[in-house]
């Protein structure tokens, strides 16, 4: 069956006839940059180097590099070059910057060397190869160290593309001449020897993967410089004190606590200090506790010994605040005992008849004390009258 090209691939391949170009007329017109920074060796070391010449790559390719412990296979992290044409490039102030933040001197920073090619098929199943014989040279390893009867523990072992330099990882909490060891290596391998002393954290750096939270461990993705986490950060930060649930795959203080310990000191210098006398719109009170993140102050108010949160900005001083306890007497003017008591029988007899008063006051129950009084001097008055003049009666 003969295979006819159809017109519409053929219009395709003519760059007048379309409106985008393919990634390899792109990347055609791209500018080599002059310097490219890379990651290499066990524990992520970054290295910013001057290619060869005509190097056009994207971030996360294999390239082979001359560093300053011979011939390696590296990963490409970004260029410096602004022409790079990847969203991902950064300037090299920005990079400077980025370092002096990340450890500064400590920052594992090397610029002693050169970006040779981009690595082959044949580069990367070599380095395949190499690290296929690391578990065997790990063990031949701690044969020897038992042999010699030395106080150390091989951890991993490293081999570069090159095969310039072995390095041996270990741990070990004194010095250890390994003199004799390094000779039999040496012998049996017949390359340069390297043995490199790390501490904890570093061997979880070469041997962990996940930590507890699903990630990643830090120091083994990104950390470059793991600095020292204090029990006082812990506190601070109200976790909790049990070391099995703040410890990390090192068995040391998990260096996610150092992430927010800088905003939390910031933060701490806003609250008053713990029984510090404050005011409140409740009234005046001590400080007992604070809220960092929240920004909230728990204060015991004096009167009555209730514990209130208020934030910081309705703090207020404790001398001028406002005191809910204290009742606002008002003084009223005093009236006459004549007008309330008119007042009061206007009010009770207001509705009532003239009869009808008349009435209740001749009764003898209602009827107000002075006319008993009147009654009986009548009668008295009667009485005397009869008694004089018996022959009217």
């Known amino acids: 069956m003969q295979i006819v090209p159809l017109p519409v691939f ?3 391949a003519d760059p007048s006839r379309r409106d985008a170009l393919t990634l390899e007329e792109q990347l055609d017109k791209l500018e080599a940059p002059e310097t490219i920074v890379v990651k290499f060796g066990a524990l992520k070391l970054i290295g910013e180097y001057k290619q060869a010449g005509g190097i056009k790559a994207g971030c996360g390719s294999k390239l082979v590099a001359r560093t300053h412990r011979g011939t390696e296979l590296v990963e490409m992290l970004t260029t410096t070059c602004s022409n790079s044409g990847c969203g991902k490039s950064i300037s090299r102030k920005e990079m400077l910057e980025y370092i002096e933040n990340s450890g500064g001197k400590n920052f594992p920073f090397h610029t ?3 970006v040779l090619r981009i690595a082959t098929a044949d580069d990367l199943s070599r380095m395949a190869m190499l690290r296929s014989t690391i578990d065997e040279q790990t063990r ?3 044969l020897l160290v038992e042999e010699h009867r030395l106080s150390m523990k091989i951890v991993d072992v490293e081999p ?9 990882y270990y741990l070990s909490e004194d010095r250890v001449d390994f003199r ?3 000779s039999d290596l040496a012998s049996k391998y017949s390359t340069r020897i390297e043995m490199r002393q790390v501490g904890a954290r570093d061997e979880s750096r070469l041997v962990a993967d996940y930590e507890k939270c699903g990630q990643h461990c830090c120091c083994k993705g990104f950390l470059k410089v793991l600095s020292p986490v204090s029990m006082r950060t812990a506190k601070q930060q109200k976790q909790t004190l049990d070391p099995k649930k703040i410890s990390g795959r090192c068995g040391r203080l998990m260096c996610c606590l150092r ?3 800088q905003t939390y000191r910031e933060l701490k210098k806003n609250l008053p200090h713990k029984k510090t006398r404050v005011g409140t719109a409740e009234g005046p009170g001590i400080v007992i506790d604070g809220k960092i993140l929240t920004q909230l102050v728990m204060v015991e108010l004096e009167h009555d010994k209730r514990r209130i949160a208020v934030p910081i900005e309705e703090l207020l001083d404790p001398e001028t605040c406002p005191r809910p306890w204290e009742e606002v007497v008002v003084h009223k003017e005093a009236k006459p005992k004549n007008n309330r008591r008119k007042n009061s029988s206007k009010n009770t007899n207001k509705d009532e008849p003239k009869g009808q008063k008349q009435d209740e006051n001749v009764e003898g129950d209602a009827a107000p004390s002075g006319t008993k009084k009147k009654r009986r001097r009548r009668r008295r008055s009667r009485k005397r009258n009869n008694s004089e003049n018996p022959d009217k009666t």
């Open 112 to 114: 002693n060397g050169r």
């Open 259 to 261: 992430y927010e310990d």
């Open 160 to 168: 570069i593309l090159g095969e310039e330099l072995l390095t041996f």
């Open 10 to 12: 053929e219009e395709d």
């Open 180 to 182: 004799k060891i390094v």
């Open 140 to 142: 031949s390893a701690r």
